[in-house]
Structures are given as structure tokens and as C-alpha cells.
């Protein structure tokens, strides 16, 4: 006679939730480093490091001063559907549709145009088309001199309303 073991399901959970705890900090990780590598690291301020840390966002995405796309963290394709190199050097407009609000649109050109931050939301459209709400947090990263060099976004898909 065989002996049947019963394995608790739980253990299972446990796991899964540990794997997805480890997945989101080595995401983080890649994300610090990769910012590092790209970003003077005398350019960063506390707020930033904050909002990295809080880990409130599906997706960061790094403008030069001109606003278009240096460098998207990896929750930005699994947000939108759009891979690194096809973002790489367009400006974020190619998110924007038919339903993206006009006046948001120009209260964040005006808003990046004084070099000021942004904060609000906005309807952006996935690679396959499907509308989202997309929250967004724009920073402005100046250098030791004062100078603009770069616009940090932290974006989170929020539900459509």
C-alpha cells in the first residue's frame, strides 16, 4: 500500500506571494541602477528617492530636457504593450489619443515649459489600442548648476472611471 501525502495549499501561497515580493524589489533594484547609470547622481533629490522608494508607480519614464524618452523602467511594456526601443527617443505624445484630454495636455506642456512638476491623471492608450487612466507624477531633475536636464515620470494605471 502506497502512502498519499497531502501537501497543504497554503505553503503554495506563501511562496507565490514571497516570489512576487522578491520580483517587485529586484524590479526596484533594476530600476535605481538602471536611473544611476544614466542620471548624475548629484542631480537626485530626496523627493525622488521617496517616491522610488514608495514604490507607487507601474512604470517610470526618463525625458531629456526636450521630453523625449531616454530610458523606461520594464513596468512600462507591461503597462502599455510598448517595448524600450520603440519608446526610446519619441516623446510620450504617442500614448495620447482620442479620448486624452486636451486641456491636461496643455496644463502639462505648460507646467514642463516653466520647468515646474506635474501631478494628475490622464487617458493614455496601450500598444493594442485599449484606453487607461494613467495617474502621473512628473518631476523636473535639474544639475548642480541649477540647469534642467531631465523630467522623471512615475505613472500607475489606475481604473477608468
Known amino acids: 500500500m502506497s502512502k498519499k501525502y497531502i501537501l497543504p495549499l497554503a505553503s503554495f501561497d506563501v511562496h507565490l506571494s514571497?516570489?512576487?515580493?522578491?520580483?517587485?524589489?529586484?524590479?526596484?533594484d533594476n530600476d535605481i541602477s538602471d536611473?544611476?547609470?544614466i542620471i548624475n547622481p548629484s542631480y537626485w533629490s530626496t523627493d525622488m528617492t521617496?517616491?522610488?522608494f514608495k514604490k507607487n508607480y507601474d512604470a517610470?519614464?526618463?525625458?531629456?530636457?526636450?521630453?523625449?524618452?531616454?530610458?523606461?523602467?520594464?513596468?512600462f511594456n507591461d503597462m502599455t504593450g510598448?517595448?524600450?526601443?520603440?519608446?526610446?527617443?519619441k516623446r510620450p505624445l504617442f500614448l495620447q489619443?482620442?479620448?486624452?484630454s486636451p486641456y491636461v495636455k496643455k496644463q502639462i506642456r505648460a507646467d514642463l515649459k516653466n520647468?515646474?512638476?506635474?501631478?494628475?491623471?490622464?487617458?493614455?492608450?496601450?500598444k493594442n489600442g485599449q484606453a487607461y487612466n494613467c495617474q502621473i507624477?512628473?518631476?523636473?531633475?535639474?544639475s548642480s548648476m541649477k540647469s534642467l536636464k531631465y523630467f522623471l515620470a512615475f505613472e500607475k494605471e489606475i481604473a477608468m472611471i
Open 18 to 28: 514571497n516570489l512576487r515580493n522578491l520580483n517587485a524589489e529586484f524590479k526596484l
Open 35 to 37: 536611473l544611476i547609470n
Open 50 to 52: 521617496m517616491d522610488i
Open 60 to 75: 517610470l519614464v526618463l525625458t531629456n530636457k526636450h521630453q523625449k524618452i531616454i530610458w523606461v523602467s520594464s513596468g
Open 82 to 89: 510598448y517595448s524600450r526601443s520603440y519608446a526610446k527617443g
Open 97 to 100: 489619443g482620442e479620448n486624452t
Open 115 to 126: 520647468n515646474h512638476s506635474y501631478s494628475g491623471s490622464l487617458v493614455n492608450y496601450k
Open 137 to 142: 507624477k512628473i518631476t523636473p531633475i535639474y
